[in-house]
């Protein structure tokens, strides 16, 4: 394994210390892992909690700041924070109109935000919770369900413009479960991403063949196939999440997502593909985003997410946003 | 080789076409291969234009927009764009007020951007040159010179800046030049990319060894050693960096750059260490950037530039920018 790291074990914590260094408008707690905003939480607005396993920069901690989350906390890799940690974010975030936690839907991450809930709500923290279960290439059965991918970037960014403009705890989870429901996501890897502490591939895959459905963990897709040529993929993923996608007369919110290791050219190429299908089907893309923003380490691969956005959702996404890794407006 | 096209031919292409798709604030001339702002020239404003091989992205296409560049011309990866290409993107950027050409110092881009200024002066274009030659891995002798690499990102943010507030052609011309000599920089790598139409890594490197002071089109460095520490190799890099930065008492923007695989995980890693070792020397980081913006392909590496600024450039470098792939003010 070849990283640019300085132990396995301190990784997140050299990443949080780097952060810290380039953005003095973020505060940094690396003792507990918490990235707020320096300036503080401004009274009377609803904060934006998130946070999860670190290893998907630059979501949550490059997310933090006006427009979109007031705090977010960074477990270890591919590991939720403990409830105190989020505890402490939601404090970070409480200004006296409550706090939402946005939560990827993963049984970790769950039971930590429950429990951190719990504990703020004690302290006299009103908590609402919206889950983001996104990604198809996972069954919604029993208690996990769908996994929570790419839309964990649609709802911060869309909630986090509502609450910025001093809408109440109700209204700004309101969004975010509008964003959150109505976004579907699907990924696909070329080759899998080195956990630093295990130092090999999550999973083996040989030439020739590309695993379909991957989630962000390293977990193994639902199939494996040989590669094809780009337009054949676009256009495989689009098929995936268009046939989950709540059907409603509202055009997308396109995200063009790379997991970590995946040029700019191909999520360009991949982009054009999409764009392609979309229009055969009728489907209008209002908004796009091509990048890499909700990443799995050093992983080969590109997620689609696509989010039905009616003009409301399409004002919030179009809303002043300034944070490290998203700025505009 | 796994990557996100279709073909090794039609990468460059069938990127500027999910280009076109996802940006229609700029107009992209596919069969030219040249992007420029879609609202046209601003009469009377200097135009600033920029080009190289593809394969650098978001470098310079992405960088098309108010406050950057007027356009830019893709070439095939790894080699410079023909020159009546390079006069179709000053023709786009010509608004009366003349044209400059930012051009990273290779032999072709020199010779090809060449003669496109003296084909565009017969058509009573004014053009002047700045040359962009930042990487201290390479030796400066004779007519190559050290080559341009991250240098161009802050040459552009900053002359565009001066371009926008409607300076004339020698007020921009020198702040060009200011950037450009007040910049060095210095590559490393863990793996080489893959150019698409060979399908091979540019250089082997075994396990547990890291390239020193690679270039940008695959050139292998100058060193081959045992990969070390995140904290040593920053050191080293700053070490190389700044042994050839200009000795002014100015503070530096600092750009911690990925070469387009690495994840941002470990940009913040070794920009946390960057800093630290400029602080050690008294040296202080005024702005940075860390982000993956002038990249080679699908290597596996990271590149340091220092910039020497004074007041008046770092006046421009915090000025509006509004481009695919940089966006702020």
Redesign the interface.
């Known amino acids: 394994m ?6 396995p074990e301190t ?2 914590d ?9 953005h003095p408008e973020l505060a940094v707690d690396r003792a507990l892992r918490v990235v707020a905003r320096a300036s503080g939480a401004r009274p009377g607005k609803v904060g934006l909690v998130s946070g999860g396993g ?2 998907h ?2 979501l949550h901690t ?1 997310f933090v700041g006006p427009g979109m989350l007031d705090a977010a906390c960074a477990g270890e890799i591919f590991s939720s924070p403990t409830p105190d940690r989020i505890l402490a974010a939601t404090r970070a975030a409480a200004a006296g109109a409550g706090v939402v936690h946005i939560v990827k839907n993963y049984t970790g991450d769950n039971l930590n935000f429950d429990m951190a809930a719990e504990l703020a709500r004690e302290e006299g923290i009103e908590v609402a919770k919206v889950t983001v279960a996104d990604d198809v290439a996972v069954e919604d059965a029993g208690t996990a369900g769908r996994r929570g991918t790419g839309a964990a970037l649609i709802v911060e960014k869309t909630a986090g413009a509502r609450a910025e403009e001093g809408a109440d705890l109700a209204a700004v989870v309101a969004v975010a479960r509008q964003a959150a429901e109505s976004s579907r996501s699907y990924a696909v890897a ?2 899998a991403g080195t956990v630093p502490t295990t130092g090999r591939p999550s999973f083996e895959l040989p ?2 063949l ?1 695993e379909s459905g991957v989630g962000i963990h390293g977990e193994p897709g639902r199939a494996r196939a040989p ?1 094809r ?3 054949d ?1 676009a256009a495989a993923i689009a098929d995936a999440v268009l046939a989950d996608l709540p059907r409603r007369n509202e055009p997308v919110i396109a995200l063009v997502n790379g997991l ?14 999409v ?2 299908e979309l229009a055969h089907r009728g489907i209008a893309i209002a908004r ?1 985003l ?1 990048g ?1 923003y909700v ?1 799995s ?2 992983t ?1 691969g ?1 997620s689609l997410t696509l989010c039905r956005a009616d003009p409301a959702l399409l004002r919030l996404w179009d809303a002043p946003v300034r944070t ?2 998203l ?2 407006g």
């Open positions: 070849k990283k640019f790291l300085n132990a990784a997140v050299d990443a949080l210390a780097g952060l810290a260094a380039a670190s290893g920069e630059p490059g070329l080759a030439d020739g590309v590669l040529p780009a337009r993929l970590g290791a995946t040029p700019l050219m191909e999520l360009y190429v991949v982009y054009g593909h764009a392609e796009n091509v890499t990443t380490l050093d080969a590109v490290p890794a700025r505009w």
